[in-house]
């Protein structure tokens, strides 16, 4: 179960925060530092760690790409981003 506050409560607004994110400035590509100086304070560890762990979490669930030039979404998390906003 998920407590809002908690730990895992807290990686799963970073992921959300994330996603939007970078799902909202495709077709850019972001590399991580500006995914990390967009969403937090770059020179702060503990921010740069949040949007880190966000990115892999949502590349082992296949809704990121990461590549050497930057964190791209899949396709997959474009269509579900697509369709949870036309259902809002």
């Known amino acids: 179960m998920h407590v809002k506050g908690s730990p895992a409560g807290e990686d799963l607004r970073d992921e959300r925060a994330v996603l939007v994110h970078v799902v909202e400035v495709h077709p850019a590509t972001l590399k991580l530092s500006d995914l990390t100086r967009e969403l937090g304070d770059p020179e702060d ?3 740069r760690d949040r949007i880190e762990r966000a990115v892999r979490e949502l590349t082992k669930g296949g809704l990121l790409f990461r590549a050497e030039c930057g964190v791209l979404p899949t396709r997959a998390a474009l269509r579900a981003y ?3 906003i036309e259902a809002a």
Do not use: K
Request: hydrophobic residues 50%.
């Open 82 to 84: 697509e369709l949870l």
């Open 45 to 47: 560890f503990s921010e």
